[in-house]
């Protein structure tokens, strides 16, 4: 069992910023995919970004330019550092991982990012 903490939500006006923090209770292989999920009321949960060892990102498009997934492999953490924010980036945002070789699958409790002057 992998226990995923996130932290750094919060609120925050339009164009600001903030970095979002997982930690992982125990080492994961860097083979592995860590990723960030965000789920606005009334919306269905959506990928952000993902990260696969420290090179292989992806985003979604209404992201892209804006947040920068990294992963510490040392400190067994992933970031998302948003820049930019919109309102419409208002969700709690969930920590995700996912081990290939067994199919284990892993989320944080979520974090509450609200985007609004």
């Known amino acids: 069992q992998v226990r995923l903490v996130e932290s750094g939500g919060g609120l925050v006006q339009p164009g600001g910023s903030l970095r979002l923090s997982c930690v992982a209770s125990r080492s994961i292989s860097s083979s592995s995919t860590m990723a960030w999920y965000r789920q606005a009321p009334g919306k269905e949960r959506e990928l952000v970004a993902s990260i696969i060892g420290s090179e292989m990102r992806n985003y979604a498009d209404s992201v892209k330019g804006r947040f920068i997934i990294s992963r510490d492999n040392v400190q067994n953490t992933v970031y998302l550092q948003m820049n930019s924010l919109k309102p419409e980036d208002t969700a709690v945002y969930y920590c995700?991982?996912?081990?290939?070789?067994?199919?284990?699958?892993?989320w944080g409790q979520g974090t509450q990012v609200t985007v609004s002057s």
């Open positions: 995700n991982l996912k081990i290939w070789s067994t199919n284990y699958v892993s």
